[in-house]
């Protein structure tokens, strides 16, 4: 029985990443006179890196400019990362981030089955905080039992981490929970921690092998183009009954194995 729906954030509930982070990258970067600027492309590339300091480290690797000081690598990183944390919610606040297509319409679902909701992320709480202060108003994490971010779970995502914490926190079983994810590693730790996995394909994420997710598709919007071991869903929506559905499906798939 499904006990509760685990929520990735950048990417699965809002398209934060090409005009939101991004965008927050790249203004840290002139902000301390930085000459390095990502572009669209490049950004799609480095999400192949999860956690924005860990990105910054990653990119300076193949930057001749950066620091050869491994110290100085990581304060520059720490910098950069707290200031562009800043400019990220003021473009929230300022410009609007607003929730994918179907979302808020799943978290009112579950508040009317009375389904917990957790948050399971890699980004930074002010990132979290900047974003659903914004769509749901000051009140927003009393909808969620678990809030569990990149401060809490260190190993960052394909790492099961920040799983195995919301799991223990919520009393549950891999198997009573349902994640939502956009990414590869995103699926790829909730898989580790033995939760079954719905993805919602974002911008940067559109086209890669969804293999080992319970079901697929471009919007919780819509029931068109998505891949799902019951066949398609209908026109509607994605609401909580059809991911209950298909939760059922593979749990009765994996208690006959």
């Known amino acids: 029985m499904l006990e509760a729906l685990l929520w990735d954030v950048d990417g699965t509930l809002a398209e934060t990443e090409r005009d939101g982070h991004r965008v927050a990258f790249n203004r840290a970067f002139a902000a301390l ?21 860990e990105r910054l ?11 050869a000081d491994p110290a100085q690598r990581e304060s520059l990183a720490g910098r950069l990362h707290a200031l562009k944390n800043e400019c990220y919610a003021r473009i929230v606040a ?19 089955a009375g389904l917990r909701m957790a948050i399971v992320t890699t980004t930074s709480r002010c990132n979290v905080q900047a974003l659903l202060g914004a769509q749901l108003g000051a009140g927003w994490r009393e909808r969620f039992a678990v809030v569990v971010c990149g401060e809490d779970a260190p190993q960052k995502k394909p790492d099961p981490q920040a799983y195995l914490m919301v799991l223990q926190a919520l009393h ?15 699926i790829a730790a909730a898989r580790a921690a033995g939760v079954p996995v719905v993805v919602t394909r974002s911008h940067y994420f559109a086209a890669f092998p969804d293999d080992g997710a319970l079901a697929a598709g471009p919007s919780l919007g819509s029931g068109a ?21 298909w939760h059922r499906a593979v749990v009765a798939t994996h208690e006959v194995r």
Do not use: K
Not at 57 to 67: I, Q, S, T
């Open 57 to 67: 480290l990653h990119d300076m690797r193949d930057r001749a400019e950066a620091p």
């Open 225 to 245: 183009g998505w891949r799902a071991p019951l066949g398609a869903p209908g026109a509607g929506r994605i609401d909580l009954a059809q991911l209950r559905a």
């Open 33 to 53: 006179e930085v000459p390095w600027r990502w572009s669209e492309r490049r950004y799609g590339e480095l999400l192949a890196v999860t956690g924005g300091r």
């Open 172 to 186: 549950l079983a891999p198997q009573q929970a349902l994640a939502v994810e956009d990414a590869p590693a995103g």
């Open 94 to 112: 300022e410009a609007g981030m607003p929730l994918r297509e179907g979302v808020r319409e799943l978290f009112d679902d579950c508040a009317r």
